[in-house]
């Protein structure tokens, strides 16, 4: 399975996607490692297996182990941490004053560059729909230094990710 068995699979109503996933996988505002761990930290947020697989075979060469670690460890601490805070964030009154009393040593030690990890994490708390994670997320890049264009080019890539899911589940996939 690779990018290129994806955009064939695409239905001509996908065309969008198709041509943002090629502009976005070429895109030069993140550094290559923040490229593809976005790329596989949210197709793995997407819970589509194919689409998971195809970005990993294109992405997890060009990361390293650690890198690649990190991008899953941040889609899975965020698969987690943004079901926990949108109810927080939803649901209001005591619950916010409250530990949340959940394990996320990996946000401390993630193995890479804390922003890169952040980086991720806003990505897949982007598709997870969790806008208190999101929030947090966006001002620790933007204390680490991150442009505005840096941040939005990853939410543009979980976004496209996101897309791609769905008209994926729709549609046969060559091998």
């Known amino acids: 399975m690779s990018i290129d068995s994806i ?4 239905p ?3 065309k969008d996607l198709k ?23 949210s197709a793995i947020a997407t819970r589509n297996t194919a689409l998971t697989h195809a970005l990993v075979a294109e992405y997890g060469s060009k990361l390293t182990p650690e890198a690649l670690e ?3 460890a941040a889609a899975a601490i965020m698969g987690m941490n943004n079901v926990y805070y949108r109810f927080v964030h939803l649901v209001g009154g005591d619950y916010a004053k409250m530990p949340a009393r959940l394990r996320m ?12 990890f952040e980086l991720w994490s806003m990505a ?24 505005t264009e840096q941040i939005q080019t990853a939410v543009r890539i979980a976004a496209t990710v996101s897309g791609l899911a769905v008209v994926l589940e729709g549609v046969e996939i060559p091998a």
């Open 7 to 10: 955009k064939a699979a695409l």
């Open 12 to 14: 001509d109503y996908a």
């Open 19 to 41: 041509l943002n996933l090629g502009s976005l996988a070429n895109d030069i505002t993140l550094t290559p490692q923040q490229l593809g761990g976005t790329f596989v930290a």
């Open 70 to 72: 990190a991008a899953r």
């Open 105 to 116: 040593n990996i946000i401390a030690r993630p193995g890479v560059e804390k922003a890169d």
């Open 124 to 147: 897949v708390s982007a598709i997870n729909g969790c806008g208190m994670c999101m929030e947090s997320h966006e001002q620790q890049l933007r204390a680490a230094g991150m442009s």
